[in-house]
């Protein structure tokens, strides 16, 4: 059983997000860059797949431009056997149906059964695509998975789901498309030696244009802005009567 | 141009999720129908009375309890030619179905709407809610998620006539297995007026009881950060943040929480916000209205004891 995980290269999570106010975007240059963690969280449970016997391959897929290279020759190096990546012609702005269009065309010609991807990137937040994904290839589709559990004979998966009122499980019959939750797991790290083994991995490039799929944009940015946390002017308590004054005065009790 | 809201239930009750995107169809649209996917045929009664709707679109059989992904979002796309708009509440119920049936439709989605400002063109959260993009939409037909916190829930006084659609099931490739409901006598983290919120600091499983007694007292919710979820305080759908649940309370007490931006990405809005903690230098301190600068557990100790 073959193993597609989609990759995005992401700010970095812990890096704020600047807006540049003439190019009306998120200001990217020289920020620092690195794979979306809940993609990372996808690629360990693939790992672990392979490594229990259940999986022949896995398979990191990746769109953008040459520097999203990084971001699966990281996913070479956490342990993925091979990559592919769908390179763009320029910062084309991609979005969530344009990517599950390609995802579906590597899918198709790779014959993969399983899918296991990120339930969002930390960037845009749409919190879509493995969605959309299944809609367009018709796989069964288990979302915000906290467990996963291959049968014996690989042909259904048990999922638990992380949702509003608790957690659900589910059975898919494969094949099927599943996006992970943070607890799903606990990435690795790549090691050194695994970071230079990775640099040999077979990589195979595929232009998008080549896939003759309509990238014209559904959603076009007017305008961005930051909207960070605003500093408060914090007054300091010390007691509990003290407290209790305060939220009474304000009317919030 | 008419809109149709997928209504979500909690039991017979329509969610706050729901009544967040009637608010924000009725700035779309003169006509807003709902639709409902359910097992039991009786909960038309409850949507039917929302204000604001026209007609209650009920599509009822025994497998939609748990409904499949795969065979809602086919439903929902069946039913809707003629309808410009497709809108739900954020929340984990819509954000399973409702890009599959963009995909159905061909259209790109928008999730987490916060602002409508013309009929295509809408405000929603970037990196954790860091940044506000405006976006406007080309696709003919628009499919949206809109933030509960950022819209008024529309109340009941309607009488919508309701209309039984007999669909036949489409085939599924998955099935329910079960649910492990986290049953709770407190308010409802997402529309609580006020809640307190316990992280990592609080050390363990037991000693998180303190929050839910400070909860108690003050007729509030109990909110976790993910660390505290991710310990094994408490189960995952108290999870405040980024990818948990938003919420934007009159207070929000949050106790011994560092403050990593995806916490504050889901509590940022909250009116009042007070900080329990002994390190001044955490960055929730800096948004906080109230901070105590102590030992949580002195602090709650002498909460929980304090005669109101």
Redesign the interface.
């Known amino acids: 059983m073959k193993i597609i995980i989609p990759v995005k290269r992401v700010l970095d999570p812990y890096t704020q997000a600047r807006v540049n106010n003439q190019t009306q975007q998120v200001d990217l240059t020289n920020a620092k860059m690195a794979m979306n963690p809940f993609c990372e969280i996808a690629v360990e449970e693939a790992l672990t797949l392979k490594e229990s016997g259940s999986a022949s391959e896995t398979i990191a897929v990746s769109i953008g431009t040459d520097k999203t290279v990084d971001t699966l020759r990281t996913a070479l190096a956490m342990g993925v056997d091979r990559a592919i990546f769908v390179k763009t012609d320029s910062e084309l702005d991609l979005q969530p149906l344009h990517v599950a269009k390609i995802l579906a065309n590597i899918i198709k010609r790779e014959e993969a059964q399983l899918v296991i991807m990120g339930k969002q990137a930390v960037d845009n937040d749409n919190n879509q695509t493995g969605q959309m994904l299944s809609g367009l290839i018709d796989y069964s589709l288990g979302t915000f998975i906290s467990k996963f559990d291959l049968s014996a004979d690989a042909s259904s998966v048990e999922v638990c789901r992380e949702i509003d009122s608790g957690i659900e499980t589910r059975k898919l019959n494969l094949p099927a498309i599943v996006t992970v939750d943070l607890r799903l797991n606990e990435p690795r790290y790549a090691s050194l030696p695994n970071i230079m083994k990775a640099r040999s991995k077979p990589l195979e490039t595929i232009e998008l244009s080549s896939l003759e799929i309509d990238t014209a944009p559904r959603i076009k940015v007017v305008s961005v802005e930051e909207s960070g946390t605003k500093d408060r002017a914090s007054k300091q308590i010390s007691s509990a009567e003290e407290l209790f004054n305060e939220l009474n005065q304000m009317g919030v009790l | 141009m008419s809109a149709l809201i997928l209504i979500e239930l909690?039991g017979s009750e329509v969610s706050a999720n729901s009544r967040a995107a009637i608010t924000a169809a009725s700035q779309l649209s003169d006509t807003i129908d709902a639709i409902v996917l359910t097992n039991d045929a009786s909960n038309s009664s409850s949507v039917s009375s929302l204000a604001g709707i026209n007609t209650v679109k009920m599509i009822v059989d025994d497998s939609l309890e748990?409904a499949?992904?795969?065979v809602a979002?086919k439903l929902i796309a069946d039913v809707m030619s003629g309808y410009s708009f497709l809108i739900s509440g954020s929340?984990?119920?819509s954000?399973?179905?409702?890009?599959?049936?963009?995909?159905?439709l061909?259209?790109?989605?928008?999730?987490?709407v916060c602002e409508i400002k013309s009929n295509n063109?809408f405000v929603r959260?970037?990196?954790?809610?860091?940044?506000?993009?405006?976006?406007?939409?080309?696709?003919e037909t628009i499919v949206m998620t809109v933030r509960a916190t950022a819209f008024e829930h529309s109340g009941d006084g309607g009488s919508a006539s309701v209309e039984t659609i007999s669909a036949s099931m489409p085939g599924?490739?998955?099935?329910?297995?079960?649910?492990?409901?986290?049953e709770s006598e407190r308010p409802e983290l997402?529309t609580a007026?006020?809640i307190v919120s316990g992280g990592r600091g609080l050390g363990s499983k037991e000693n998180f009881t303190l929050i839910e007694q400070l909860a108690d007292k003050?007729d509030a919710a109990v909110g976790a950060s993910?660390a505290a979820?991710?310990a094994g305080f408490i189960?995952?759908?108290y999870q405040v943040g980024?990818?948990g649940?938003v919420v934007a309370p009159?207070?929000y007490l949050a106790v011994g929480i560092s403050g990593a931006?995806?916490h504050?990405a889901g509590m940022?809005d909250s009116?009042?916000?007070?900080?329990i903690n002994n390190d001044p230098d955490a960055?929730m301190?800096?948004?906080?209205?109230?901070?105590?600068?102590?030992d949580l557990f002195d602090?709650l100790n002498?909460?929980n004891?304090?005669q109101?």
């Open positions: 909690n748990n499949n992904v795969e979002s929340s984990t119920y954000k399973n179905i409702l890009p599959r049936v963009g995909a159905l061909d259209v790109q989605p928008i999730s987490d063109t959260p970037l990196y954790a809610g860091n940044v506000m993009a405006t976006v406007e939409s080309s696709d599924s490739n998955s099935e329910f297995i079960s649910l492990q409901e986290s997402t007026e006020r003050l993910r979820v991710d189960s995952n759908d980024q990818t649940k009159k207070l931006i995806q504050l940022k009116q009042v916000i007070v900080v960055p301190s800096r948004m906080a209205d109230l901070v105590w600068q102590v602090a002498e909460l004891a304090y109101v």
